[in-house]
């Protein structure tokens, strides 16, 4: 999933370089920035399942 923002901000990025205004601009700055704090909660979110993971094999003792 957080591969496939990366590349849905780069096809923005593109979209947005062939035929830029400011109003494009706008609107991928917006999105970017959308998909980056996305991008990021979802990555925080897989660290915290696995150290829970971790954690939880390490309570049963395997």
Do not use: C, Y
Not at 29 to 35: D, E, F, P, T, Y
């Amino acid at each position: 999933l957080s591969l496939a923002l990366e590349f849905l901000i780069g096809a923005d990025i593109l979209k947005t370089a062939i035929s830029p205004s400011w109003q494009d601009i706008g609107q991928l700055a917006a999105i970017v920035g959308i998909r980056t704090i996305l991008n990021f909660f979802l990555t925080r979110e897989l660290k915290q399942m696995e150290l829970g993971s971790i954690r939880e094999k390490d309570v049963r003792g395997g």
